[in-house]
């Protein structure tokens, strides 16, 4: 079956910007959540969605947001843009149940310049 | 902060087994011990997990303490692609199935041939 898929695999912003990710789960998953993966701070948890509801946020400014669509194709926003935000952006889908795994896609390399 | 506790780096030659160690002191009994590891240029990928007995899939092996205070991933015979970083992680079962992995710095394995 086809993986988590995020889209683009690459962007390059400058300050100031806004940018919008995309992530669709694995088909059947309903939980979606979206890390940032930098050389700095590792791998940080930003929020989580189910079925269309964020259930879980970590400790990102209020410029990070998301949703969920009905398909549960999740997106992922950042708005005015810092140097601070290159990152790679990973996004994992699950089926939400205790005593499964998540799946995760190959990750969003956004730079800012 | 995280909760689990692993070396920064280890080695292991070719075709020999490695054990990666994890420390997970505070582990309530809802915990779930989660295993992955991420290759260069990829998101994490799934390897195993268990929360009170020993389990062994067609990636690893993980060993669990009687007390659950840490665990051992066991690849059996490591190969070139076993090259990575490997992160140890507990999922509270209760939450509803919710996936906020709080990721530490995982160790990163070298396999020398």
């Known amino acids: 079956k086809a993986g988590v898929t995020q889209t ?6 400058t300050r100031g910007q806004q940018v919008t990710l995309s992530c669709s789960p694995i088909s059947g998953h309903r939980s979606v959540s979206w890390y940032q993966q930098t ?9 989580e969605y189910f079925s269309e509801t964020q259930r879980n946020k970590g400790n990102f400014p209020g410029r ?19 140097l601070g935000d290159s990152a790679l952006y990973l996004c994992a889908s699950s089926f939400s149940v205790a005593n499964t795994e998540a799946f995760f896609g190959q990750g969003t390399r956004l730079t800012v310049v | 902060d995280a909760k689990t506790t ?5 080695e292991s030659n070719e075709e020999e087994p490695v054990h990666l160690p994890c420390n997970h002191s505070t582990i309530s009994g809802t915990d779930y011990i989660h295993w992955y590891r991420q290759l260069p240029s990829q998101g994490p990928e799934y ?4 929360l009170t ?23 059996h015979r490591a190969t070139l692609r076993d090259a990575a970083v490997y992160y140890c992680i507990l999922r509270d079962s209760t939450t509803s199935g919710t996936y906020k992995y709080i990721f530490g710095t995982g160790t990163r394995l070298k396999v020398l041939a």
Do not use: C, W
């Open chain 2, 53 to 75: 007995s020993n389990v062994n899939n067609r990636m690893a092996s993980l060993a669990i303490a009687e007390d659950r205070k840490s665990s051992t991933l066991i690849l």
């Open chain 2, 47 to 50: 390897v195993i997990h268990g």
């Open chain 1, 39 to 47: 050389p700095g701070q590792g791998l940080q948890f930003l929020f």
């Open chain 2, 6 to 10: 692993q070396p920064n780096s280890m």
């Open chain 1, 64 to 82: 990070f947001s998301g949703r969920q669509f009905s398909n549960s194709r999740s997106e992922m926003n950042v708005s005015t843009l810092e």
């Open chain 1, 8 to 13: 683009p695999r690459y962007l390059i912003k």
